[in-house]
Each structure stands twice: as structure tokens, then as C-alpha cells.
């Protein structure tokens, strides 16, 4: 039986890995050029706790970066300089976006992905490989296979998917010969879907820790662009009562759900990654979490 987790707990992982903060640190808008500034933000991640170094091989195609690849090439840059930092991070990674393909999860082309991002990101082993999305046309045994070779071959320890249906990550399960051990949806409290799509549920059931990205809806719950003036309300309410920011509010509402989930912050300030902590000692009952879905939904609750 799985049991439930405080807020603040590390998730546990498998494979021998080390637990994980409630915290992580995403790497979607890491394409600083300079590797000290780089290792600054990797420092700090870690120092505050947020262990999980998540990182994917298409990051870099955005956000200023330097193309696909950029962003492992620039950990692995950070790593290279500062080598005592990779026994810190539980380093995971994502494959499968092959543009302009999209997708791609065919054995030779994960195969080949995942030597490539070992050889940008200066590591042996990649602690934590996510499928990054599904690959419609590939079958899910297909990609079970050579998902468990990889871990087999000790290229990878444990294995995740990003942005998978449920019923995407029940079809690879019924193949997989080693734990799932995440499953990396967007949620936050803009972006609701995870509570009711059974997301939240399969992770429940079998010990699946979830990986929240854009827990602050990509910046739009700090401008307020385009957002319920009611949910905006509520927010700034509790983090009044609480004492803190808006954006630490809208952390702890991520972490309150009993999935334990993950807040992957991709700040590039780490100022940021500071004040992100608040979120750790933020209290949020039941009726202020159902408070915050009735706000962001616009309707009553039955």
C-alpha cells in the first residue's frame, strides 16, 4: 500500500535513487551562455533542496537557446566545470520530439537519443529518462522494450513520461518490466487537469511520483494576463494571510494534493529559487484549496 505524503516530504524514487524534493529545478528556459552564471542557478538549486535536475533534449529550440541540444550541452558544460555537483542532483532528461518529425519513440531513434544527450550532458548514466510525449505510432510494448533495455544496459536508472493520457500511461505499464517511476503533466492552479483526468489517480494507486511543470502557468499567475479576476483575488487573500507572494501560494496549492506531486520551477533568477521556498511553509486547508478550484473553474462545485 502506497502511504500519502506530507507537503514537504522528498518523493521517493526507485532504482536506488536518492528521494527528491518537493521542489525541482526545470531546465525549459535555461539557455544562459555564461557557465557561471549557469552554475550559480544549479548551485542554488540544490543548496535549497530541489534536488531534481530536469532537463530535456529539444530544450534550447526557445527562449533565446541555442538550438536542440543547447540546453543538456550547457549542464553538461556546468557539470564539467564543477564536477562535485553531479552526486547532488538526481539528473533526468527527456527524448522522443524529434523535429519536424514530431515524435519519434522508435528503438534506434531512442537509443540513439539517449547516447546523444550522455554525451552533451558529460555523464554515464542518466538517472531519470522521461519519453517526452507519445509517439501515436509507435506501439506502447515497442517503447517498453527499449525503455527496459536501456535501464538493462545501465544507460538510464529509472524511467518517466511527460505529458501522457492516462490511459497512454496504463498502455506502457501493461509492458514495462521496471517501475514507472514519474509522469510529468502540466498543473497548477490555472491548469486543473490532473485532478479529474486520472492522472493524480494512477499515481495514487501505484506510487507514480507526479512532476508538475508550469506551476505557475508560465508566468501568467504572477501578470494576471488573461486569468479569472475572482481566482486572482483568492490568491492574493491567502498570500496575505500567509504572508508571503502570490507565486508561493499558487506552489503550495501544486504541492497540496495528495499525489505528492513535484513543482518544477524554471525561474532563471535565483533569487527566485529563494523565494520560491516560502511555498514549503505555506498551510492550505481544504477549503482554501477548494476555494482556489471553484475561483480558477468559475463555477460551484456540486
Known amino acids: 500500500m502506497v502511504q500519502p505524503l506530507a507537503q514537504t516530504a522528498n518523493r521517493p524514487l526507485p532504482a536506488g535513487l536518492d528521494p527528491i524534493g518537493p521542489l525541482g529545478f526545470g531546465c525549459w528556459r535555461f539557455t544562459n551562455t555564461s557557465v557561471e552564471a549557469a552554475t550559480e542557478l544549479i548551485e542554488t538549486a ?20 541555442s538550438g536542440f541540444g543547447g540546453n543538456e550541452e550547457l549542464l553538461g ?19 522522443g520530439i524529434a ?38 505510432f509507435t506501439h506502447p510494448a515497442r517503447v517498453a522494450d527499449t525503455l527496459s533495455a536501456l535501464v538493462a544496459d545501465g544507460k538510464v536508472r529509472a524511467v518517466g513520461i511527460s ?37 493524480f489517480d494512477l499515481c495514487m494507486r501505484d506510487g507514480v511520483v507526479p512532476l508538475a511543470w508550469s506551476p505557475l502557468a508560465g508566468g501568467r499567475l504572477l501578470s494576471g494576463h488573461e486569468l479569472p ?3 486572482l483575488d483568492v490568491l ?9 507572494d502570490r507565486a508561493a501560494i499558487c506552489v503550495a496549492f501544486v504541492l497540496a494534493h495528495p499525489a505528492a506531486p513535484v ?33 480558477s473553474e468559475g463555477v460551484p462545485l456540486p
Open 77 to 95: 558544460q556546468v557539470l564539467a566545470a564543477t564536477p562535485s555537483l553531479r552526486g547532488r542532483m538526481v539528473l533526468a532528461t527527456k527524448g
Open 263 to 295: 513543482a518544477l520551477l524554471g525561474t532563471q533568477s535565483p533569487e527566485r529559487l529563494h523565494s520560491a521556498t516560502a511555498s514549503l511553509r505555506v498551510h492550505l486547508d481544504r477549503a482554501d484549496v477548494y476555494r482556489i478550484v471553484q475561483a
Open 229 to 231: 479576476r475572482e481566482l
Open 163 to 199: 505529458n501522457h493520457t492516462p490511459a497512454q500511461h496504463q498502455a506502457l505499464v501493461a509492458h514495462l518490466d521496471v517501475p514507472l517511476a514519474t509522469t510529468q503533466p502540466e498543473f497548477s492552479v490555472a491548469h486543473l487537469d490532473p485532478l479529474r483526468d486520472g492522472t
Open 46 to 65: 540544490l543548496d535549497l533542496g530541489m534536488n531534481l535536475i530536469d532537463t530535456a533534449d529539444v530544450y534550447g529550440l526557445d527562449y533565446g537557446g
Open 99 to 136: 523535429p519536424p518529425v514530431p515524435y519519434d519513440s522508435s528503438d534506434q531513434y531512442l537509443r540513439a537519443a539517449v547516447e546523444a544527450s550522455l554525451r552533451r550532458l558529460g555523464t554515464d548514466v542518466i538517472d531519470l529518462y522521461q519519453i517526452h510525449r507519445p509517439d501515436l
Open 236 to 244: 492574493d487573500e491567502l498570500a496575505e494571510r500567509e504572508a508571503v
